[in-house]
Structures are given as structure tokens and as C-alpha cells.
């Protein structure tokens, strides 16, 4: 099983709900298991035939995907700069209709605020030729900077293990 996990963090949040994914994904592999775990400004534009499976995740601003000016609000409050997101790089990414793909986010739990990056992320990547993308999960976080809500990286790290069962039955 090859897995390319996409992601952007600008607080690191979503990096750590990343790498718990990995580690599920991990358990009970070798060390060099072909799973990696790339931020979104290193990922490739062309997906070799090697991913098994893709997951992209960011963080919710503004009801959706990052853009440049959320992306400079979050610098203004203590973010990592980035010149761009995971909306950029879908944008640029060679389809892969065969491909499946699975969308996670994160974000500030506030009661009846719509709206998800993973929602936003799984639409693009259908409309970019992605014929199996799915929404995943929302992993919650404390406040814009962080940090990741208690309990959540160990949820993360078992949707991990889901995910990894998935793949291993063919079932993705």
C-alpha cells in the first residue's frame, strides 16, 4: 500500500492530525511502509501510478479551502507564512479518475457554523477529474492557533487504522 497524505497547517494543527493518520495507517508495517506525509507546499503535481490512495487535508477558513487573504490573516495571528494552499495546488494536480482520495479538515468548533475545507477540497477534486473523492472527517481544534482538541489525534490515528484497512480489502 502506497498513501500520500496532502496537507496544509498553518499553526501546525493540521500537521499533527496528519502525522496521527500516518501513524495509524503505520501500525503493524515495516518502517518503510509507503506512507508519506507531505505539506502541500512539496507535494508533487503528477501522481505516480505507486499512490494507492490520497488524502488531503486543511485547515477550515472562512467556511472553506484557504485562500491568499485568509492565508495572510492567519500569519497576522501567529501562522506559518504560505504562498499557497491546498485550493492552488488542486488546481495544478494531473487527474487520476482511478485514484481514490479521501478529504480530512480541521477546524474551530463553533455550534451551527457551516461550512468545511474537506467539503470544499472534495468538490474541487471531483470537478478536477477525481472520480472518487470522498469527504472524510473533521478533526476539532481550540481556537484558530490551536491546539488540536483533547481526544482528537487519537481519533485521528484510528481513522488512520480505517483507512488502512480499507485499502488492504480493496475497498477504498
Known sequence: ????????SMFGNTHEVAEAIAGGLRLGRA???GVR?????????ELGDDVELLLVGGPTHALGMTRP?????????GGAPASAGVREWIEQLAPRADLPVV??????HVRLLPGSAAGAATRALRHRGF??????????VEGTPGPVAPGELA?????????????SHGVS
Open 37 to 45: 506525509v507531505v505539506r502541500v507546499d512539496e507535494a508533487p503535481a
Open 103 to 108: 478529504t480530512f479538515d480541521t477546524r474551530v
Open 31 to 33: 518502517p518503510d511502509d
Open 155 to 167: 481519533r485521528a490515528r484510528q481513522w488512520g487504522v480505517e483507512l488502512a484497512a480499507r485499502v
Open 69 to 77: 487573504n485568509t492565508r495572510a490573516d492567519a500569519v497576522r495571528q
Open 131 to 140: 472520480a472518487r473523492a470522498e469527504r472524510g472527517e473533521t478533526f476539532w
Open 1 to 8: 500500500m502506497s498513501v500520500l497524505i496532502v496537507h496544509e
